[in-house]
């Protein structure tokens, strides 16, 4: 089955650095790669969705700036989080699709960001 | 906006018991309906699906009926086993040019002793 590897699963930083956290679909190409941020005992929020080659669409009150997503390939798409501050710590988690709207959504196992 | 509302948890359960986990939507249009499933260290997992009002979709005996009356997608089996030990996640997809986003629930995590 389709397969999503999201890498490192998890990462301590310092205040003030960056993290990159990085989504691959290893057996199919993904067009589409949706990033999720997780809250204990909460829902996962959608943060932005990033197609092959474009810009990445964020959703209201994500910060474009802080959270930089890089979809330049159909197999890879990156989330940097820059000047990382201890409320960014949470658990991030990508997923991918390939094709239409319709198409089965595949999830990796997720990032857990802590931030010192 | 659309919207997921799942019963709280966490739910603990004795093995062979009877499951339901509700779950309610607002949404525009005419959503779809799923159940994720994520087990210790993985991740989500589609469990089942239903895409229009009066369809039950099913897996591994795990069943849901989508409810448009009641906007309701309540998750139920009829046996728990250990291995159904997880969190669970109600979601909803609606089309436009939304690119197929999911909108979550919560999630309910379910323990199930031995």
């Known amino acids: 089955g389709a397969v999503v590897s999201q890498h490192p699963s998890w990462v301590i930083c310092k205040s003030g650095t960056s993290v990159k956290i990085e989504c691959r679909s290893l057996?199919?190409?993904?067009?589409?790669m949706f990033w999720y941020r997780q809250f204990p005992k909460q829902s996962l929020m959608l943060m932005a969705t990033s197609n092959e080659g474009s810009k990445a669409t964020y959703e209201q009150g994500v910060e474009k700036d802080k959270f930089l997503i890089n979809h330049a390939s159909l197999t890879l798409s990156t989330l940097t989080v820059t000047s990382a501050h201890p409320e960014d710590s949470s658990f991030y988690i990508c997923s991918a699709r390939v094709g239409s709207p319709n198409s089965p959504l595949h999830f990796g196992n997720g990032t857990r960001l802590t931030v010192t | 906006g659309d919207s997921v509302t799942q019963m709280e948890g966490p739910v603990t359960l004795s093995e062979e018991a009877f499951l339901t986990i509700n779950c309610t939507y607002t949404a525009t249009g005419y959503p779809s309906l799923f159940w994720y499933v994520q087990y210790p260290g993985e991740g989500l997992q589609l469990l089942l699906k239903?895409?229009?009002?009066?369809d039950k979709g099913s897996n591994k005996g795990f069943e849901a009926t989508y409810r448009k009356e009641t906007t309701s997608f309540h998750l139920e089996k009829g046996s728990v086993q250990v291995s159904d030990s997880a969190v669970y996640f109600c979601?909803?997809?609606?089309?436009?040019?939304?690119?197929?986003?999911?909108?979550f629930g919560q999630g309910t995590i379910l323990t199930v002793h031995p």
């Open positions: 057996d199919f190409q993904a067009t589409t």
């Open positions: 239903a895409t229009k009002a009066d």
């Open positions: 979601a909803l997809r609606t089309g436009g040019t939304s690119y197929g986003k999911l909108t």
